[in-house]
């Protein structure tokens, strides 16, 4: 078992800038031999979509609708995955989360039920 805390969240103007943490209880490897760690978001009357995700070898990937934007990394030492956002718009506008799961075919997918391991959402606000 591993939990995941979300944080970093909260009200900003438009054209500013957020930075999420996820950290884990442990490391992501006792855990799954090739994780992967994404990052989802899900607005109201939207289905969750992935936007980001850093896997076993450090691999990131983007949503097109962020790219340029919004950059994955992580901390090993801290068992930590950031988000960073820049030139936040209303649009980004959601509730975010962090999930946890196993690479497929040594993929990381983009599909939620591919992920275990969930934290609890953090919200984010972008409005004038």
């Known amino acids: 078992q591993v939990q995941l805390v979300e944080s970093g969240g909260g009200s900003v103007q438009p054209g500013g800038s957020l930075r999420l943490s996820c950290a884990a209880s442990?490391?992501?490897?006792?855990?799954?031999?090739?994780?992967?760690v994404a990052w989802f978001r899900q607005a109201p009357g939207n289905v969750r979509e992935r936007i980001a995700v850093?896997?076993?070898?450090?691999?990131?990937y983007v949503h097109d609708s962020v790219k340029g934007r919004f950059t994955i990394s992580q901390d090993n030492a801290k068992n930590t995955v950031y988000l960073q956002m820049n030139s936040l718009g209303p649009e980004d506008t959601a509730m975010y989360y962090c999930?946890?799961?196993?690479?497929?075919?040594?993929?990381?997918?983009?599909?939620?039920?591919?992920?275990?391991?969930w934290g609890q959402g953090t919200q984010v606000t972008v409005s004038a």
């Open positions: 442990k490391k992501t490897d006792s855990i799954y031999s090739l994780p992967c």
């Open positions: 999930a946890l799961g196993g690479a497929v075919r040594r993929a990381c997918s983009v599909f939620e039920h591919h992920y275990d391991y």
């Open positions: 850093i896997s076993y070898s450090s691999d990131t």
